[in-house]
């Protein structure tokens, strides 16, 4: 994509995961959505630690912004102390971009908006 196409384009991205007693040889669940503008390239990504019988860390989630897009090296970024907490990424980016994050002990969903700069 190139310019500002990818809030031309608009939609909807989910990413969902779940965990049973099964997965406990595989440990924690990342989960990451990653977009870019031909220029920049711009995430986020929820850490889902295993938890059993609701004991365990509380998800927490990252956010990554740069200009390497040919790079497959991604530098995640802590997106706040507290993973309930709204993060705004830096206007250079050329977007407004908003997470807004749901957050308890044991559950972490993310929304993230994209729209153009004011």
């Known amino acids: ?18 965990q049973d007693l099964s997965k406990i040889a595989d440990g924690d669940a ?12 711009f995430g986020v990504k929820i ?3 295993f938890q059993m ?3 365990g860390d509380r998800p927490c989630w990252q956010i990554k912004y ?14 706040g102390s507290n993973p309930a907490y709204q993060y705004q990424w830096p206007s250079e980016v050329g977007f407004k971009i908003v997470g ?3 957050s308890d002990h044991s559950a972490l ?10």
């Open 1 to 18: 994509m190139a310019g500002d196409s990818a809030v031309g384009i608009g939609g909807l991205q989910v990413c969902a995961a779940s």
């Open 30 to 41: 990342d989960i990451y959505c990653c977009w870019n503008n031909g220029i920049w390239r």
């Open 47 to 49: 850490i889902a630690p």
């Open 53 to 55: 019988l609701g004991m």
């Open 66 to 79: 740069d200009q390497a897009l040919d790079s497959s090296t991604i530098n995640w970024q802590s997106a």
């Open 100 to 102: 807004t994050p749901v």
């Open 109 to 118: 969903s993310v929304t993230v908006v994209v729209s153009n700069l004011s």
